[in-house]
């Protein structure tokens, strides 16, 4: 596998360049180049809606030299480049492809010309058109209703909320990509203003630019690459749409199902990951995921966050990239950039933010009212 990302947060390129920097990266560090890909699973979710730039697979396919291989976009909301990268290593499995590039792109600040107002509401596409929309519900309301019923069923508090944006502030820090270098307390993050009861501003994602990519190749190809990893399992679900359909909201049982499937299809299971990447666009939902991909039980994921369990040195680590709260949430992006992060920890590569002996680890990525979800568990080269 090669793996690379751009930094999470202001960019001016295009999307179609944004990428590119993150591909080449990929190449190089596969030792590859594009003569060597089959095919481009490429991910990107808005932007028709934020630049007016559809049908990029062939554009970007274009930037990266692979111009005449077989390409296509993928869009699955926040979870945009994980199902991307589910169909890769699927297609490299099945035999249809050898090696394919897959990753994602998105550009979502005031760079690209709208403001919060506006990309909340583009954001909110993805949630349901016909039940929610016309409510006003956008994505800080989405999370926030299946964490009120999380700290409802389970007492969990916005105290141990706040804990989870320490930690992964803390994390950022770590990691020169992320977009935000900077510590925080529990005292900032419950002072700063409210965004949706039960999250303030430092319980949210921001949003964010940026690109990642991995190459996926075969099980007999991949000892010709530098530094390979392997993928173990990747498990995809969905929930009922709309949420107040969920039989159970935060329980996201997509989750359960994404990681049940990926954990036996790998022969493992949750106690022997070293560390989660999970998609924590708020802080609830690093709590929900954490008990979803059955790092804690139900209702332990927020007194787990506060006594520091999934620290960096604590026995769960969570995030040590600095997930999306820190590190940044460009939402086509985010899910291959999870597996960069991934594959960097297996092979010891990522510095002062390393996770000690990372054997086997799990991503977590999810899209719209939680109602796609993603699980890939990954491992060490055996
Ligand atoms: N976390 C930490 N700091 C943040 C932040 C975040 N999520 N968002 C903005 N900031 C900081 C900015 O860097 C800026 O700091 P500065 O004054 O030192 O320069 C300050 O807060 C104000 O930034 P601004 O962009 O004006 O904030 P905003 O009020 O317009 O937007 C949110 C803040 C939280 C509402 C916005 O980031 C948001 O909606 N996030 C959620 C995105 C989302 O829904 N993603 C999909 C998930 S499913």
Not at 18 to 42: M, N, Q, R, S, T
Not at 47 to 55: A, F, L, M, V
Not at 100 to 120: A, D, K, S, Y
């Amino acid at each position: 596998m090669g793996a690379d990302m751009t930094t999470f947060g202001v960019h001016e390129s295009t999307l179609s360049e944004l990428f590119a920097e993150a591909a080449l990266g990929a190449y190089d560090d596969a030792g590859v180049g594009p003569d060597e890909i089959d095919a481009l699973y490429f991910g990107n979710a808005m932007g028709g809606q934020t630049e007016n730039d559809t049908h990029l697979a062939p554009a970007v396919a274009s930037q990266v030299g692979l111009a005449g291989v077989p390409c296509q976009r993928y869009e699955d909301a926040c979870a945009t480049s994980a199902n991307a990268f589910k169909n890769a290593v699927e297609a490299v499995e099945a035999g249809i492809h050898d090696t394919v590039l897959v990753g994602g792109v998105e550009r979502c600040t005031p760079e690209t010309g709208l403001g919060t107002g506006e990309m909340t509401r583009i954001f909110a596409s993805a949630s349901d058109r016909h039940y929610e929309q016309p409510t006003g519900l956008t994505f800080p309301g989405v999370f926030a209703l299946l964490t009120k019923r999380h700290m409802h069923e389970h007492g969990t508090t916005e105290e141990q909320l706040a804990h989870v944006a320490v930690k992964n502030h803390a994390n950022g820090t770590r990691n020169p990509n992320a977009h935000f270098g900077k510590e925080t307390t529990v005292e900032e993050v419950l002072d700063s203003p409210i965004v949706a009861d039960p999250f303030h501003l430092m319980d949210c994602c921001p949003f964010s630019d940026g690109a990642s990519a991995v190459i996926v190749t075969s099980d007999d190809r991949a000892d010709s690459f530098d530094d390979p990893v392997d993928v173990s399992g990747v498990g995809h679900a969905t929930d009922v749409v709309p949420l107040s359909a969920k039989p159970v909201p935060h329980a996201t049982q997509a989750a359960r199902d994404a990681a049940a499937q990926a954990y036996e299809q790998a022969g493992t299971s949750a106690d022997e990951m070293a560390f989660a990447e999970v998609h924590d666009c708020f802080t609830g939902a690093e709590v929900m995921a954490s008990e979803a991909i059955g790092f804690f039980e139900d209702g332990e994921g927020g007194p787990a966050a506060a006594e520091g369990r999934s620290s960096m040195d604590g026995d769960r680590p969570i995030n040590p990239s600095g997930g999306l709260k820190a590190k940044g949430h460009p939402i086509g992006a985010t899910g291959t950039a999870q597996i960069v992060e991934l594959a960097e920890q297996l092979r010891g590569d990522t510095g002062e933010r390393q996770i000690d002996g990372a054997e086997k680890a799990v991503a977590h990525n999810l899209g719209g009212d939680a109602a796609t979800t993603v699980v890939s568990v990954m491992e060490v080269r055996g």
